[in-house]
């Protein structure tokens, strides 16, 4: 019998249903169509790949911390589950992160995720090694040793073929050239620019690196942005439990605080992180010093960065320049230095 192929939360779902125990099954193995694998006995009447599915984390008392892959980014993360019972094989569930890599990320050589050993001591010399959590190759001090050497490599370029490029998935790929995809307008993660980007009318996209939106785009392939000042605010993940973030409104030139997940993307656990991270270079008024001397009658407002609030104080003097950690209101204040962010589907 043919597979059968369903949609969910703008997913597609690959299943294949078995007459028989006999019957053969079939394991695809490329991203783009959607890892599908299936048991020796073929013992179930369904077979649904658990890496394309939602994690059914629960909401009871009795959690304890586990692993799920994200379909979403292509990573797997850790969250609080319930207890799962006998079949959690046919659950997005993982007892640990490297049961989770081997099963949803077999692209990805298994030395990728694993710590560099022999570091430093005498003699020492500089060698490369994978850091899948940034996604970045970065250096080390390296001498030979007693152990085995894993997630090692002699220089970066040798670090970025074996690792980083497997570790792209999807959104290492390019596009064919002469051809045409009629009326759809395609957006393509481009790894090199680290941006998304509208296809030309006469480029299609190749193995699912291909999207209809912006957000969608940066949601798959934005962990492998370097700047996450510039992605949109958005929950790159899924989570169980959301908690106060802050993002930097490439728009609004400011950070916004939202309700989100700890994750990859423009979120920050903080709005001093935040603005630090995002504006300071630029001299926004919210990140510069307070802008007051000496006591006086004019009461006025600055923001404090660090417990994001806007507070009065009186001044010696009542000009405010505009320009500066100093506010004429409490409104101008909270406005400028602790607005909420106001989802825009159209972000570009």
């Known amino acids: 019998m043919s597979p059968t192929i369903f949609i969910s939360g703008g997913q597609s779902h690959l299943v294949v249903r078995k007459s028989s125990h006999r019957q053969f099954c079939e394991s695809f193995n490329s991203e783009s169509s959607l890892l599908r694998s299936c048991s020796g006995s073929c013992q179930s009447d369904t077979v649904v790949d658990v890496c394309s599915l939602d994690p059914v984390t629960g909401s009871g008392y009795d959690r304890h911390d586990a692993w799920f892959y994200d379909w979403r980014t292509g990573v797997c993360l850790e969250t609080k589950f319930e207890y799962v019972d006998e079949y959690s094989d ?32 005498k003699n020492d010399i500089e060698k490369w090694t994978y850091n899948y959590t940034s996604t970045q190759c ?19 370029e040798q670090c970025i073929q074996t690792c980083r490029i497997p570790d ?39 193995h699912g690196n291909a999207f209809y939106t912006f957000r969608a785009c940066y949601q798959r392939c934005g962990r492998f942005v370097e700047d996450k000042c510039k992605l949109p605010i958005q929950n790159m993940s899924f ?11 490439t728009k609004t030139l400011r950070c916004e605080v939202f309700q989100g ?66 506010f004429e209101t409490m409104e101008d204040c909270k406005a400028t230095c602790m607005a909420t962010y106001k989802y825009d589907p159209d972000w570009l």
């Open 90 to 121: 046919e659950q997005n569930y993982f007892a640990s992160e490297e049961q989770c890599n081997s099963k949803c990320r077999r692209g990805v050589p298994n030395q990728c995720f694993d710590d560099p050993r022999n570091l430093g001591g």
């Open 138 to 156: 970065v250096p080390f001090r390296w001498a030979k040793g007693r152990w085995p050497d894993k997630n090692t490599f002699t220089s970066k």
């Open 168 to 206: 792209l998935g999807i959104c290492g790929y390019g596009f064919h050239n002469e051809c045409k995809h009629g009326d759809d307008l395609y957006i393509r993660y481009n790894y090199q620019k680290q941006i998304c980007e509208i296809l030309q009318p006469d480029e299609c996209p190749i």
């Open 239 to 249: 989570c169980s439990e959301v908690k106060t973030r802050y993002g930097y409104n």
């Open 261 to 326: 997940c700890e994750d990859s993307g423009n979120s920050f656990p903080s709005a001093e992180a935040c603005w630090n991270s995002c504006a300071k270079a630029s001299k926004h008024r919210c990140v510069q010093k307070p802008d007051y001397r000496f006591p006086g009658i004019f009461k006025k407002y600055y923001y404090d960065i660090r417990h994001d609030l806007c507070i009065s104080k009186r001044l010696f003097r009542g000009y405010v320049s505009g320009d500066s950690n100093l």
